[in-house]
């Protein structure tokens, strides 16, 4: 019988480090769903990374994405949910499809745009959704808290709306969100409250990180959505695995160009990667928020503070949270403050990971090459992704599958696509409607002692 996983926290060796209690325990799935983060603010860790034969991948091919789902939820899952409701669980989270692009010779455009708020993000919000409500405690309420760059909080909002014994409140920056990314937060209702923040990502993303370090909201069962919570990384293992055996041919290994913010997406490829998937390279295009090709490149850490607003917003991320599980998996430690007390080994982090920094410049001749070169259309992220690959297929050479994420649909950037290609990019279903919802946010300033208040007169603690 294989043993259940336990997790534990990236800041458990941080002695004698001011503000950190070393949180030393571990602890199960679904104690590290339900608490989002560690109590010393490190994030949560898989002891083992369940490694799986190649033949278990390649039996993928030509079999529905829930299959393959099934597959990495289970390894990590084992001992802590029922394999059929798991099944269950899965089917209802992906019915949608996830198509497979080819732009030329073997490179491809993973789509993740078809979900429901058209965002790769929709993948592991309705996964990590229907497992809180699987595993919570019955009669007490869950209280989701959650910042967002851009499409986090629409997924997020969407996968719990309506969730029994679930509220979710979505923090956005006010003025770096596009839009229509405004009106599909505002409109969510129900038990999904958003919150407009005078300030930037980085200080909605501190003010939810606060706010779980807080004993005074201890009562009211916080937790994370967004991706310092390991629910939500599982789900973003999946893709890379399904699409690597749809496009593998003998088991020839794939480069994954994967455009990166905060760093969740990027580290379910190096997850994917750790099970024994074939993956030749993880490139990690960032926006002009450079600080990780920057410590590639020169072995300094130095997070970007205020983090530069750009055209692809969901990545304008200064110092990216997800950054201290790379660091953890290469035997280093970085705090959420930005401090590195231990350097990992960078010398195995580059021949994994290459990443460089895409201005929104680039960003915008390459929507304008790719779609009139090849009738592919691209928004800003997916251009970064795309434009990343480029950089590295002309600095080492061609490699035979490439596979570069797509990772918000193109309709969520009307103006800049108009602008660029003189066309509007076709709604997907999952955004006809928004255009006739209406709502309105709570209007907050990026004070702490403010935040606290609105949480504590607003949340709930039992059904």
């Known amino acids: 019988m294989t043993e259940t996983i336990k ?27 339900m608490m989002g983060q560690a109590p010393d603010g490190g994030l949560f860790m898989p002891e083992i990374i ?24 289970q390894a990590f899952l ?38 429901p708020t058209a965002s790769f993000k929709d993948f592991a919000a309705r996964l990590m959704a229907r497992l809180m409500s699987a595993l919570r405690d019955p009669g007490r309420r869950l209280n989701v808290l959650v910042a967002t760059s851009g499409d986090t909080g629409s997924a997020v909002g969407e996968a719990f709306k309506g969730v029994t014994g679930i509220d979710v409140t979505i923090l956005y920056p006010r003025g770096e969100v596009s839009g229509r990314q405004k009106k ?11 919150v407009s923040v005078d300030g930037k990502f980085d200080d909605c993303q501190d003010l939810v990180k606060q706010a779980f370090s807080d004993p005074e909201l201890g009562s009211f069962n916080l937790t994370s959505a967004n991706s310092i919570n ?9 893709y890379y695995v ?45 926006n002009e928020n450079d600080e990780f090709p920057r410590f590639l490149e020169t072995g300094i850490y130095e997070k970007v503070s205020p983090s530069q607003a750009c055209l692809s917003n969901a990545m304008n991320v200064g110092h990216p949270s997800n950054l201290a599980r790379f660091f953890d998996l290469y035997g280093g430690t970085v705090d959420r403050t930005g401090i590195v007390h231990r350097q990992p080994d960078l010398d195995e982090m580059r021949k994994n990971i290459y990443s460089v920094s895409i201005s929104d410049r680039e960003t915008k001749k390459t929507i304008k090459r790719i779609y009139d070169q090849y009738r592919v259309l691209l ?51 999952g955004m006809k409607d928004i255009d006739e919802r209406s709502g309105a946010p709570v209007f907050l300033s990026a004070d702490y002692g403010e935040l606290r208040k609105y949480l504590q007169e607003c949340l709930r603690i039992t059904d």
Not at 249 to 267: I, K
Request: hydrophobic share 40%.
């Open 379 to 429: 928004e800003p992220h997916g251009a970064v992704g795309w434009r990343g690959l480029e950089v590295y297929l002309d600095l080492y050479g061609d490699k035979s599958l490439c596979i570069s994420l797509e990772t918000a649909h193109p309709a969520k950037f009307p103006d800049e696509i108009r602008e660029l290609l003189g066309i509007d990019p076709d709604l997907p279903q």
């Open 242 to 286: 399904w699409a690597w055996a749809q496009l593998s041919r003998d088991g020839d290994p794939a480069v994954f160009s994967v455009p990166s913010g905060n760093f969740g997406d990027a580290l379910g490829c190096e997850y994917a990667r750790r099970m024994g998937l074939p993956v030749e390279k993880l490139i990690m295009p960032t």
């Open 230 to 238: 390991f629910g939500r990384i599982l789900p973003q293992i999946v």
């Open 7 to 33: 997790y534990y926290s990236t800041n458990r060796h941080l002695d004698q480090v001011s503000g950190i209690i070393p949180f030393r325990e571990m602890v199960s799935f679904r104690e590290a769903l």
């Open 184 to 194: 599909q937060l505002d409109t969510i209702g129900r038990n999904v409250r958003a």
């Open 78 to 115: 084992t001992g802590e949910i029922d394999g059929q409701m798991l099944r269950r669980i899965i089917d209802d989270a992906y019915n949608y499809d996830v198509p497979l692009e080819n732009v030329f010779a073997r490179k491809y455009i993973m789509r993740l745009d078809q979900g």
């Open 50 to 73: 369940p490694a799986l034969p190649i033949e278990a991948f390649k039996a993928l091919k030509g079999m529905p994405y829930t299959e393959a789902a099934t597959l990495v939820a």
